[in-house]
Nanobody, 121 residues
């Protein structure tokens, strides 16, 4: 079992930045991938960004939703068991609950409880 706890959400104005953190209870280095998803009111949960394991020395592969490319950056600190999502140039349409995900090599998914991001225009 992996426990995930998100933090860093809040209320900001359009154009501002936020950094979300996801603290894991177990070694994220052992996970196949870590990711951030979001769910806006009345909409389905959607992928925001993922970052693969990458190994010890390799640069981990990242993947982004088209809507956030160039504005959001996902990163991981294996020593701290933490994944980050730097969000710049926020837009009102980025308003959602953001969830941290950990995917194990057997395809088991672990989820945090989410953190709310609200962007006002």
């Amino acid at each position: 079992q992996v426990q995930l706890v998100e933090s860093g959400g809040g209320l900001v104005q359009a154009g501002e930045s936020l950094r979300l953190s996801c603290a894991a209870s177990a070694g994220i280095f052992s996970m196949k991938a870590m990711g951030w998803y979001r769910q806006a009111p009345g909409k389905q949960r959607e992928l925001v960004a993922t970052i693969a394991s990458g190994g010890i020395t390799a640069v981990p592969n990242t993947n982004y939703a088209d809507s956030v490319k160039g504005r959001f950056t996902i990163s991981r600190d294996n020593a701290k068991n933490t994944v980050y999502l730097q969000m710049n140039s926020l837009k009102p349409e980025d308003t959602a609950v953001y969830y941290c995900n950990a995917r194990a090599w057997d395809s088991t998914d672990y989820w945090g409880k989410g953190t709310l991001v609200t962007v006002s225009s």
